[in-house]
């Protein structure tokens, strides 16, 4: 939450990325990667963990980049 010009409190989206493509929203986690050969934001899902979230975001991008991939598991 922020501060409004008033004081008050007010809601905001809650953005939290820890880890490589995802990210935490409004309770559940977010999943996407750039396709930088068509210049795209692909949308991989959303999951209720952060483990789920990371190795979806790994299987994409080993398909995509091959062993020059940046991923949260080894």
């Known amino acids: 939450h922020a501060l409004s010009e008033s004081g008050e409190l007010k809601k905001t989206r809650i953005y939290f990325k820890p880890i490589q493509g995802c990210l935490l929203e409004q ?3 977010e999943v996407a990667h750039a396709d ?3 210049g ?3 949308y991989l899902g959303s999951f209720e963990n952060d483990a789920e979230a990371a ?3 790994d299987a994409a991008a080993k398909r995509l980049f091959g062993e ?4 949260n598991f080894q």
Do not use: L, P, R
């Not at 020059?68 to 991923?71: E, I, M, P, R």
């Open 27 to 29: 309770g559940t986690w």
């Open 36 to 38: 930088w050969m068509n």
């Open 40 to 42: 795209q934001k692909v």
């Open 55 to 57: 190795h979806a975001y």
């Open 68 to 71: 020059f991939a940046f991923v």
